[in-house]
């Protein structure tokens, strides 16, 4: 939050793009992890997909994790 250098609106602002962001973001992952993992014309990037999906799960936890320890340094940094 720049230190407490934007007022509140300002911070309400950047933290709803940033989960618009976010959604929108991981919306085309999920699709671009299924769309992989389900080809039949190269099953050998099944395991990108797994992957894909394994990271944008760690993520989206990292981002939960951030909020309950009230962006601890070594979960926003791992987020980020």
Do not use: E
């Amino acid at each position: 939050y720049q230190g407490g250098i934007l007022g509140t609106t300002a911070r309400v602002t950047l933290q709803m793009m940033h989960r618009y962001g976010a959604f929108i973001t991981a919306a085309y992952i999920s699709l671009l992890a299924i769309c992989t993992i389900q080809s039949k014309r190269r099953p050998d990037l099944r395991p990108i997909g797994w992957g894909l999906l394994t990271i944008l799960c760690l993520q989206f936890l990292l981002g939960i994790a951030n909020i309950d320890t009230k962006l601890a340094l070594p979960v926003a940094v791992a987020h980020n």
